[in-house]
Structures are given as structure tokens and as C-alpha cells.
Nanobody, 120 residues
Framework: QVQLVESGGGLVQTGGSLRLSCTAS????????MGWYRQAPGKQREMVAT???????NYSDSVKGRFTISRDNAKNTVYLQMNSLKPEDTDIYYC??????????????WGQGAQVTVSS
């Protein structure tokens, strides 16, 4: 089993910055794709940014140039640095981690969610 612990959400004014972290622990062989998604009440969860094990990144158009995803493989942690925040970035942010098990299967896990609120 794998546990994900998120931290770093909060309240910030427009133009401010926040940094989210998500650390994976448990039993697995290695970690593949890591990413951040966000979801507002009544809406579908949408991709914000992803990063592969080779550090290839992908961003949604709405956050390009403002958000940066990174990972520390030694700490099994993925980060999301969010700059120039806007009120429309207000959401619950979830980390997603795909692990490779010892049996060479892929399993996907989600964090508990971190509230990000940007005031105007």
C-alpha cells in the first residue's frame, strides 16, 4: 500500500505564491508519473501539471509560465510552485502518483487534497 501526504495549501492574495508538496511512502519498486490536478465543487478534476521519471513536464495552458512542477526522487516527493496566483486558481489540489510494484504492475494513488484559495 502507498500513502500520499500533501502539504502547502492555504490562503493567498492575488499575485502571491504557494508551494505544494506531496510525499509518497509505503511499498513499491519505483515511482513513475507524478502530477497535480485540481477540482472545484461540481466540476471535473483537471490536470494542472505532470512530470515523468525522466523529468519531462507537461502543463495545462491556464498555468503555463506561472506554475512549476518538480520532483525529488530521493524523497519520493513532487512539488508544485505556484506563482502569480489568480482567483480562478482557487480549487482543491490533488497529487497523483503512479508507482511500479515489485510485480511490475502500475498502480495509481491520489493525495487527500489541499485547499488553495486566492483572494481578489
Amino acid at each position: 500500500q502507498v500513502q500520499l501526504v500533501e502539504s502547502g495549501g492555504g490562503l493567498v492574495q492575488t499575485g502571491g505564491s504557494l508551494r505544494l508538496s506531496c510525499t509518497a511512502s509505503g511499498t513499491f519498486f519505483s515511482i513513475g508519473l507524478m502530477g497535480w490536478y485540481r477540482q472545484a465543487p461540481g466540476k471535473q478534476r483537471e490536470m494542472v501539471a505532470t512530470i515523468t521519471s525522466a523529468n519531462t513536464t507537461n502543463y495545462s495552458d491556464s498555468v503555463k509560465g506561472r506554475f512549476t512542477i518538480s520532483r525529488d526522487n530521493a524523497k519520493n516527493t513532487v512539488y508544485l510552485q505556484m506563482n502569480s496566483l489568480k482567483p480562478e486558481d482557487t480549487d482543491i489540489y490533488y497529487c497523483k502518483v503512479v508507482v511500479i510494484t515489485a510485480q511490475s504492475t502500475l498502480r495509481t494513488y491520489w493525495g487527500q487534497g489541499a485547499q488553495v484559495t486566492v483572494s481578489s
